[in-house]
C-alpha cells in the first residue's frame, strides 16, 4: 500500500485536529487524489451548500504515489464545492508539498467548519496544529511564505497559501503552494479563505517507505522513467519550450481564442510564444526564460522560470519583481495575451507574476478582462466603472493595471473578481461571457478542434482542457492523429480521455505523462505499490466511475443537461480564418451520442443500470 | 511558384538565420514535394512530426505528393505538446 492510511480531520469552527483512517473500501473503488477525496466530499456535505459556508468542507489529497520515487510522483489536488460553478472543484498542483503532506504521514487533510479567526495549519509529521494567522492575513502568497519559513526557522518548509485576492472575495482565487504552483481553477482558494484558513505549512521526514512491492515498484518506476526519457515529447521537447510551444501550433491551425473569441488567430501569437521566451530581448540582450525547472519527482521538467526586463514599464522601480520565478506557461499567455489582444510578453509575465503573488487563476483573469475589454469597447462600462482607465484590447498597461486591481480586490478589481459569467450577467451583456457552467475556456477554439467543444460542454467542474485533452489527437497526433474538424468518433474520444484522466488524476502522478505513457505504463507503477490488482482495464473502471459521482454531485448541486453547452458565439458565429473557416462548433452532432454511450439518459443523467454497474448510489439525484 | 516554410521549436536551428526566425519565403518549383523541402532544409525526417499545409495536418503519405499551390504555408514542428 502506498497510501499511509491516515486521514487528518481538521474542525475550523471547533479548533480541532483528529486523526482517523483511511476507508480502504473506498481506495479500492477510488484510488486516491480526485476520486478518493470527491468520494468523501460526496458522503459529507449536501451539494446543495453554499460554497462559501462553513458546511461546505474542503480536502487537500494526495494519490498513492505521491511522493514516491515514480517519476512526476508530487500531485496532491484540492476538492471542494466551487464558488465559482456551484459544482464540484478538483484542481491540481504540483511543486513540492504534495509530497511533504504524504512524508508526514498523511493522505489528506479534511477542512471543514469556518474559523472564527484567521489561522494556518501547522504540519510537523504527527504534530498538528492551528496557529493564529492574524498576522498573515492582509499579505500576500509571497509574503506569508517568507513569514512562515522565517517563523519556523526551517527552509524545508512546504507552503500553501491563499493571497490577498482570495481574502477580498475574487471568485477565482487558487491556492498557490512553493511560491508558483497552483490549485489554480475554480476558486478553491476562495473557499479556503472563506474558511478563515490563510495556510498550510507542512514538513514532513517520515518518507514512503509503505510499498506493496519494492523491488516490483523500483522495476516498474525506472521503465516508466526510461520511456519518459526516450519519449521526444517528454524527453525534449517539454523541458525545452515547456507548454509554450503551443503557442505558433495553436495559432497556425486557426484554434487561437483571440480578442474573447471573436477571433481564432492572433497576430502577435510568435510574440508570445515558446520559441520568443528563448530569444534575446532587443531591450537588454536576455531571453525572458531563465531556466525550466521540475516538480518532486519530475523528470520531464516543464516549468518555466522567467525574468522580466528590469527596464519594463510594469517593474519600474519595484525590485521585488526584478527577479526569476514562475514564468508563462500556456494557458497564462493565450488567457493574458491572445484573449485580451496583448503581445508584449514582459507585460504577460509581470500579469502572470502577480497571479502567483496573490494567488488568482491566470486563464479565469485573462479571459474576464477580455470580456471588461469587449464590454468597454461596447460601451456597456465605461471610465465611470473603470476609474479612469481605458480598457481596450491590445493594452498592456490595462492588463498590468487589470492585475494589480484584482491582487489588492480593490476598486474595479472587486467587478474583475467576479469572472467573465458575473461580470458580463451585471453590465447586462451575458453574451459576451466565454464559459461553461461559469468558468473560463482554456486556450483552444472548438470551432478549429470539434472534439473540445464537447469536452467543454461536459466537463465536470466548467470548462476546462484537463478533463479531457483531445488536443492530444486532433492537433499533436498522440497517441494517434484524428481531424479536429469533424466531430466523428469525438464522442468515443472524449470519453476515453476523460475516464482515463480521471484515473491518473487520482494516482499522484502528472497528466502530462500522458503525452508519453499509456495506462500500460502507470498501471505496473500503482499495482506495485498499492494493495489491490491495478489492471489498465480496473483504471479504466475507476476512473468511469469518478466521472459518473462527479455528475451526480453536479446534477444534485442543480444543474440539468441544458448546462452541457457552449456559448451561441461559439455554435453560430463562424470562423473567419484559418483551416476552421465557415465553421462553428458542431455540438449538437455530438452531445446525444456523448450520453449514449456514457450510459446516461437523453437528458444526461446517469441510468439506474450505470449507477448499478458502477457502484454508484448516489443522494439527492433522481433514480 | 512562392510559398512559405517555417520550422519551430527545435527545427529553427535548420533555418537560416534572418529576421523571422521561423520563416522564409521560397521560390519552388510546382513539382516540388514536402519531403523534398524537408531534406532540402536537412530536417532530418523523424522530426518532421507535425507537418501543415496551410493549418491543416499532412498525412505522411502526402509528403511525397506535389502540393503545392502559390502562395501556400508549409509549418512543420518536432513532436511537441503541452496543455
Not at chain 1, 475574487?170 to 504552483?181: A, E, F, K, P
Not at chain 1, 478553491?188 to 498550510?200: E, F, Y
Not at chain 1, 527596464?311 to 485580451?340: I, Q, R
Amino acid at each position: 500500500m502506498a497510501w499511509t492510511r491516515n486521514v487528518l480531520r481538521v474542525n475550523l469552527t471547533k479548533g480541532s485536529i483528529t486523526n482517523e483512517p483511511l476507508n480502504m473500501k473506498w481506495a479500492n473503488d477510488y484510488l486516491g487524489q480526485r476520486g478518493l477525496a470527491t468520494k468523501y466530499l460526496v458522503e459529507e456535505t449536501d451539494p446543495k451548500c453554499d460554497p462559501l459556508g462553513p458546511d461546505n468542507k474542503m480536502i487537500m489529497t494526495t494519490g498513492p504515489l505521491t511522493g514516491t520515487m515514480a517519476s512526476t510522483g508530487g500531485r496532491y489536488s484540492v476538492v471542494t464545492k466551487s464558488p465559482l460553478t456551484g459544482v464540484i472543484a478538483c484542481s491540481n498542483s504540483g511543486g513540492f508539498i504534495g509530497a511533504e503532506i504524504k512524508n508526514a504521514g498523511w493522505d489528506m487533510i479534511i477542512f471543514e467548519g469556518k474559523s472564527p479567526k484567521p489561522v494556518y495549519l501547522y504540519i510537523e509529521d504527527d504534530k498538528v496544529e492551528l496557529l493564529p494567522a492574524d498576522d498573515l492575513w492582509g499579505k500576500s502568497v509571497w509574503e506569508a511564505d517568507e513569514m512562515l519559513h522565517k517563523k519556523h526557522q526551517d527552509p524545508l518548509l512546504r507552503v500553501a497559501t491563499v493571497g490577498r485576492s482570495a481574502e477580498a472575495g475574487c471568485l477565482y482565487s487558487g491556492i498557490i503552494n512553493d511560491l508558483h504552483r497552483a490549485a489554480g481553477r475554480s476558486g478553491v482558494g476562495t473557499v479556503m479563505a472563506s474558511k478563515n484558513l490563510k495556510a498550510v505549512a507542512v514538513r514532513g521526514t517520515k518518507g514512503v517507505s509503505n510499498i506493496k512491492d519494492p523491488a516490483g515498484f523500483m522495476k516498474a518506476t525506472q521503465e516508466g522513467k526510461k520511456v519518459l526519457a526516450e519519449n521526444a515529447v517528454t524527453g525534449q521537447g517539454l523541458p525545452a519550450l515547456g507548454t509554450q510551444v503551443l503557442m505558433n501550433v495553436i495559432n497556425e491551425i486557426g484554434a487561437m481564442p483571440t480578442r474573447n473569441w471573436r477571433e481564432v488567430q492572433f497576430e502577435g501569437a510568435s510574440k508570445i510564444s515558446g520559441e520568443a521566451m528563448k530569444e534575446p530581448r532587443p531591450s537588454d540582450g536576455r531571453p525572458n526564460l531563465t531556466t525550466n525547472a521540475g516538480c518532486f519527482g519530475c523528470t520531464i521538467a516543464c516549468g518555466r522560470i522567467s525574468t522580466i526586463d528590469k527596464g519594463h514599464f510594469t517593474v519600474d522601480n519595484k525590485p521585488e519583481y526584478w527577479g526569476a520565478s514562475g514564468g508563462l506557461e500556456y494557458e497564462a499567455a493565450w488567457a493574458l495575451g491572445s484573449d485580451c489582444g496583448v503581445d508584449d510578453l514582459d507585460a504577460l509575465t509581470y500579469a502572470n507574476f502577480l497571479c502567483n503573488e496573490d494567488g488568482f487563476d491566470p486563464i479565469d483573469f485573462g479571459s474576464t478582462v477580455a470580456a471588461a475589454m469587449e464590454l468597454f469597447e461596447s460601451g456597456a462600462i465605461t471610465t465611470k466603472e473603470t476609474g479612469g482607465v481605458e480598457l481596450r484590447f491590445g493594452d498592456p498597461k490595462a492588463l498590468a493595471w487589470a492585475a494589480e486591481v484584482v491582487a489588492r480586490g480593490e476598486g474595479f478589481g472587486k467587478d474583475l473578481g467576479l469572472g467573465s459569467q458575473r461580470l458580463c450577467e451585471k453590465y447586462g451583456k451575458p453574451e459576451f461571457s466565454m464559459t461553461v457552467k461559469g468558468q473560463a475556456f482554456p486556450a483552444y477554439d472548438p470551432r478549429g478542434i470539434q472534439g473540445m467543444g464537447l469536452t467543454y460542454a461536459t466537463s465536470n467542474r466548467g470548462a476546462c482542457h484537463l478533463r479531457s485533452y483531445t488536443v492530444s489527437s486532433e492537433v499533436l497526433g498522440i497517441p494517434e492523429k484524428t481531424d479536429p474538424l469533424v466531430t466523428d468518433g469525438k464522442p468515443e474520444l472524449v470519453k476515453a480521455f476523460q475516464d482515463a484522466t480521471a484515473a491518473v488524476d487520482s494516482s499522484g502522478l502528472c497528466v502530462f505523462t500522458a503525452f508519453a505513457w499509456t495506462l500500460e505504463d502507470i498501471s505496473p507503477q500503482i499495482d506495485a505499490a498499492c494493495e489491490g490488482d491495478w489492471t489498465a482495464d480496473k483504471l479504466l473502471e475507476v476512473g468511469e466511475r469518478i466521472w459518473n459521482m462527479e455528475r451526480d454531485y453536479n446534477l444534485a448541486a442543480g444543474i440539468t443537461g441544458k448546462d452541457d453547452t457552449l456559448p451561441k458565439r461559439l455554435l453560430k458565429d463562424a470562423a473567419k480564418t484559418g483551416p476552421a473557416t465557415g465553421k462553428v462548433n458542431g455540438l449538437a452532432e455530438m452531445l446525444p451520442h456523448y450520453y449514449e454511450i456514457r450510459g446516461w439518459t437523453k437528458d444526461g443523467v446517469p441510468t439506474p443500470d450505470t449507477r448499478k454497474r458502477l457502484g454508484l448510489n448516489p443522494k439527492g439525484v433522481a433514480a | 511558384m512562392q510559398i512559405t516554410f517555417k520550422l519551430y521549436a527545435s527545427l529553427t536551428d535548420y533555418l537560416p538565420a534572418s529576421d523571422d526566425k521561423h520563416a522564409v519565403k521560397l521560390d519552388v518549383p510546382e513539382t516540388i514535394t514536402p519531403n523534398e523541402l524537408i531534406d532540402q532544409y536537412q530536417v532530418p525526417r523523424e522530426m518532421a512530426h507535425l507537418v501543415l499545409l496551410n493549418g491543416i495536418y499532412l498525412n505522411p503519405d502526402d509528403r511525397d505528393r506535389s502540393v503545392f499551390n502559390e502562395g501556400d504555408t508549409l509549418a512543420i514542428w518536432p513532436p511537441v505538446a503541452g496543455g
